[in-house]
C-alpha cells in the first residue's frame, strides 16, 4: 500500500471515530489533536480500527507515532506492506 | 431446583466477562464488535450493576444512580453503544446549592461557574481562570502528590465557601475527599464544567434494555442470576471460570468486579506475588451511600424547585462530616414526568454519603431504627423546599451500604469503587496472570457512568490485543 493509500485509510478511521470532525482540510504536518478536537480515547479508538481491520498491533508505546498524518504514515507505511503477499 | 442457566452454554469464549456493571457491558459490546467470542455472566436477574432502578407497587420506579454525568457521555455512547442511546441525553439545567454559606442555581457549566465565583463569591476573574485552566491541565500521569485541599488552598486560600460550591458536588459525583490526589477532582471537575451536566431521558431502566439489545445483535451471550465461583489459572495463566459449578473455558477473563474480590476471592491470592498482594490488600475501598427513595402519589404534581438540589445545614464543607450517619449534606435529585415521556409521576431521591462501619454492625432492631431516622430527617429536610410534601408521598423507604453490598455484592456496599490507588493494582493485573484483566470503579477518575464506559473501552482494547496474540501464536503454533 503507497503512502496515499496509508492516508486515505487514516483519514476514514478518523471519520468513524470522529464523526464530528471537519476533514476537508487536514494539515498532514500538525498533531491532529490541535486540528480535530480530538481526545485520547479517539486515539484508542483509531488502535482498536487497525487491529479489527487490518490486524495492525500498536503497542502502547507508539502511541505517539499515530500525532500527525505524516507521522501515521511513516509509523504505518511498514506494516500496511508487511500485510500484502509479496 | 433452580433451572441451570447454563444449559445451553458453549465450552468456550474467547473472553468471559464477568459483572454487568457499565464497564463491564461497555467491555463486552466492544469486543463482540471486535470480533471476540464473549459470554457476559451477572449475578442479579437486572444487568447495570450500580446503573439500576427499581419498581415498586403504585406505578413507582426508582432510579439509583442516574442523577446526572458530564457531556462526554454523549459522546462515548454514541460511539460505543448507539445513536440512539446517545440522542436520548438532555442536559439538566437547574442546579441548586442551599447551605448557610450561600444559595444560589446554576447551570454547572464553566462559564456559569465563573459568574458565580466573581459575582457572588467576589474573587478575581484571573484566579478563576487560573483554577479552571489548572484543574483541567490534570492527567494521570502528572504528579500525584498534589492533594484537593492542597489546590483550593493554592487558589482561594481561607474560602471555605468556595470550597464548599466547587467541591461538595464532586463528592458526591465520586466520594473524592479533600485528602485525595488533586487530579481526581481536577478530572471530573473538568469532565462536568465542559458543558454542565446530562440525564437518560427514559430512565435506567430504558438505557440498559436498549444496552441488552444492542449487546445481543453483537452476538454477546447473556446471562444474568449467575454467580461466579472462581477464576481458573494454569501456570499463571486464565483458563475458564466456574459459574454455578460448570467450568466454561476461555482465552481472557475481564472482571467487572469488585477488584479485591477479583483478587483475593475468584482467583485466590496464592496466585499472585506476594509484593502485588501487598499493594493489592493495601487498596482502599471508597466509601458507600445511603439514598432515601419517595414515590409521589399519582395525580399529584411538584413546582419545579430544581433538579439537583445540594443541601446542608452543616456550617461548612467536611469531608469526614459528609459521611457521617447524622449527616445533613444530601442530594435531592428531583425525577419529573418529563425523564420518562409519556409518564405522569414524579419522584425523588435523596443521596448521602456513608460509611460501611457505621452500618454494618447494627443490630437488627437499631438498623431498623436508624433507617426510619434517615427517612423522617430527610423528610423534614426536603419540607423546606415542598411544603407539605409528606401528603404528597404515598411511597417511601431507604437504603444503606448494607442494601448497596446485597444488590451488587461489591464488598462494603463501595457506591464508588476504589480510592486512587486501585488503578494502578487494577492495570497491573495482566502482568501477574496473562488473560486476565479488570475493568469497574477503580482510582475515582474511573468511576460514575462515563469513567466506568470509558474505562471499560480501554481494558477492552488490552483483552482485544492480547487476544489477536494468543490466536496468532495458536495459529503459528497449528501451522
Not at chain 2, 41 to 55: D, P, R
Not at chain 2, 227 to 255: F, H, M, P, R
Amino acid at each position: 500500500m503507497g503512502d496515499l493509500n496509508v492516508k486515505k485509510v487514516i483519514l476514514e478511521i478518523i471519520s468513524i471515530v470522529a464523526p464530528d470532525a471537519d476533514l476537508s482540510d487536514v494539515k498532514t504536518d500538525v498533531r491532529l489533536r490541535d486540528q480535530l478536537e480530538m481526545d485520547s480515547m479517539d486515539f484508542l479508538d483509531i488502535v482498536m480500527e487497525l487491529r479489527k481491520r487490518y490486524k495492525i498491533e500498536v503497542p502502547k508505546e507508539d502511541y505517539q507515532m499515530l500525532a500527525s498524518l505524516d507521522s501515521c504514515v511513516e509509523y504505518l507505511a511498514p506494516k500496511f506492506a508487511a500485510l500484502s503477499p509479496a | 431446583m433452580a433451572r441451570d442457566r447454563l444449559a445451553d452454554a458453549k465450552d468456550y469464549y474467547d473472553v468471559i466477562v464477568i459483572g454487568s456493571g457499565l464497564a463491564g457491558l461497555t467491555g463486552a459490546n466492544n469486543l463482540a464488535k471486535a470480533g471476540r467470542s464473549v459470554l457476559l455472566l451477572e449475578q442479579h436477574y437486572n444487568f447495570g450493576g450500580m446503573a439500576t432502578w427499581f419498581k415498586r407497587p403504585g406505578g413507582h420506579i426508582f432510579d439509583i444512580s442516574l442523577h446526572g454525568f458530564p457531556v462526554g457521555m454523549i459522546k462515548s455512547c454514541r460511539k460505543y453503544w448507539t445513536r440512539e442511546i446517545a440522542d436520548s441525553i438532555v442536559q439538566l439545567k437547574g442546579v441548586r446549592f442551599d447551605n448557610p454559606q450561600f444559595s444560589l442555581q446554576t447551570t454547572f457549566d464553566r462559564v456559569d461557574f465563573t459568574n458565580k465565583l466573581v459575582d457572588h463569591f467576589g474573587i478575581e476573574k484571573q484566579t478563576v481562570e487560573d483554577f479552571f485552566n489548572a484543574s483541567r491541565a490534570m492527567d494521570f500521569y502528572d504528579d500525584q502528590a498534589m492533594t484537593t485541599r492542597e489546590l483550593f488552598q493554592k487558589f482561594f486560600p481561607g474560602r471555605s465557601d468556595v470550597v464548599r460550591f466547587l467541591m461538595e458536588p464532586i463528592a458526591y459525583a465520586n466520594g473524592s475527599t479533600l485528602d485525595d490526589p488533586a487530579i481526581t477532582y481536577g478530572i471530573v471537575f473538568s469532565n462536568f464544567m465542559s458543558k454542565g451536566v446530562y440525564i437518560f431521558q427514559g430512565g435506567t431502566d430504558k438505557l440498559i434494555r436498549m444496552m441488552k439489545t444492542e449487546l445481543k445483535v453483537n452476538g454477546v451471550d447473556l446471562r444474568h442470576s449467575i454467580c461466579v465461583d472462581k477464576i481458573c489459572t494454569e501456570d499463571g495463566q486464565v483458563t475458564g471460570v466456574v459459574a454455578n459449578g460448570t467450568k466454561i473455558a476461555c482465552g481472557a477473563v475481564l472482571s467487572n468486579a469488585n477488584l479485591k474480590t477479583t483478587i483475593e476471592k475468584m482467583v485466590g491470592p496464592e496466585k499472585f506475588d506476594d509484593a502485588f498482594i501487598k499493594e493489592a490488600k493495601a487498596v482502599r475501598l471508597n466509601n458507600s451511600s445511603c439514598q432515601v427513595y419517595m414515590g409521589i402519589k399519582k395525580g399529584e404534581t411538584l413546582d419545579n424547585i430544581g433538579d439537583l438540589l445540594f443541601t446542608s445545614v452543616d456550617p461548612e464543607f467536611d469531608s469526614t462530616r459528609l459521611c457521617a450517619k447524622d449527616v445533613t449534606s444530601r442530594t435531592f435529585s428531583m425525577y419529573y414526568p418529563d425523564i420518562r415521556p409519556g409518564s405522569d409521576r414524579y419522584a425523588i431521591v435523596s443521596s448521602t454519603n456513608a460509611n460501611w462501619s457505621d452500618w454494618a454492625t447494627l443490630s437488627e432492631q437499631d438498623y431498623e431504627k436508624e433507617k426510619q431516622h434517615l427517612i423522617k430527617t430527610t423528610l423534614d429536610a426536603l419540607e423546606k423546599y415542598i411544603p407539605g410534601v409528606r401528603q404528597k408521598i404515598d411511597h417511601v423507604e431507604a437504603s444503606t451500604p448494607k442494601t448497596f453490598e446485597h444488590y451488587t455484592m461489591q464488598a462494603q456496599g463501595a457506591t464508588f469503587g476504589t480510592k486512587f490507588e486501585g488503578l494502578q493494582v487494577s492495570m497491573d493485573l495482566p502482568k501477574q496472570i496473562e488473560g486476565l484483566f479488570h475493568a469497574g470503579s477503580v482510582g475515582i477518575i474511573m468511576s460514575g457512568w462515563l469513567g466506568a464506559i470509558n474505562y471499560g473501552v480501554i481494558v477492552a482494547n488490552e483483552v482485544d490485543s492480547f487476544m489477536l496474540t494468543k490466536l496468532q501464536s495458536q495459529q503459528q503454533a497449528a501451522s
